[in-house]
């Protein structure tokens, strides 16, 4: 069964710092690996997208790696900034228009 | 450009009771999307249209229908709300599948 998990469920960092989140998954096979950011009340914004041979993509203070080995991705944020704080989703296209996400992280980034 | 935009923002609804979930959007994409969006889980598709004048279910169709009335507008009907349709809704659309989809800002809908 495709699945996808995601780590931690929610995290609380300090303005400047970095840090990391995880996505755990079993979906095979997929086309591409999305990471969105979602603002509270908002929908979700396409951060980066990597197809299933790319292992890193970066936009800005973003950078999402893939490694196919593990079955994991990272979404890595640097100098974190207070409007950073949202959740974060990844989510996989297996083919045609069917897309699973991830339930996401919840950062909240504090001065 | 709006983007993709949803009406209402909010809404309450007694069971048993029906509305249309509304959506534009003014991209000129062939394809949109409606989900649902509960908490602790991922978004879950309900229906989508590839292009005008073609629906298909999602993971969650069931309670629901959907109508591409032309290519910018895409509407989600509830015939009879139920408790378990409490949730947050967004329509999304995007150029063609697997390219990125742009998201309404949502529609929180509670049945009571």
């Known amino acids: 069964k495709n699945q996808v998990e995601q780590s931690p469920q929610s995290l609380i960092i300090l303005e400047g710092k970095n840090c990391t989140l995880q996505?755990?998954?079993?979906?095979?096979?997929?086309?591409?690996l999305r990471w969105y950011k979602q603002d509270t009340g908002r929908g979700p914004v396409s951060l980066t997208i990597?197809?299933?041979?790319?292992n890193t993509k970066s936009n800005g203070r973003y950078t999402a790696t893939l490694d196919a080995d593990t079955k994991q991705s990272s979404l890595h944020i640097t100098a974190s900034q207070l409007s950073d704080s949202a959740s974060y989703i990844c989510v996989f296209s297996t083919g045609g228009f069917k897309t699973i996400f991830g339930a996401g992280t919840r950062l909240f980034v504090k001065a | 450009n709006a983007g993709v935009t949803q009406t209402p923002k909010f809404q309450v609804l007694k069971t048993g009771q029906s509305m249309t979930l509304q959506c534009a959007q003014d991209?000129?994409?062939?394809?949109m999307y409606w989900y649902r969006q509960d908490p602790g889980m991922g978004l879950r598709l309900i229906y989508y249209s590839a292009s005008e004048g073609t629906t298909d279910k999602g993971e969650v169709p069931n309670g629901y229908n959907v109508s591409r009335l032309n290519k910018r507008e895409f509407s989600l009907r509830l015939e009879s709300a139920a408790p378990s349709q409490t949730s947050v809704y967004f329509c999304?659309?995007?150029?063609?599948?697997?390219?990125?989809?742009?998201f309404g800002q949502g529609t929180r809908l509670t049945v009571v």
């Open positions: 999304a659309s995007s150029d063609q599948k697997n390219t990125e989809a742009f």
């Open positions: 991209m000129n994409h062939n394809s």
């Open positions: 990597m197809t299933f041979s790319e």
């Open positions: 996505c755990n998954y079993t979906v095979s096979p997929f086309s591409n």
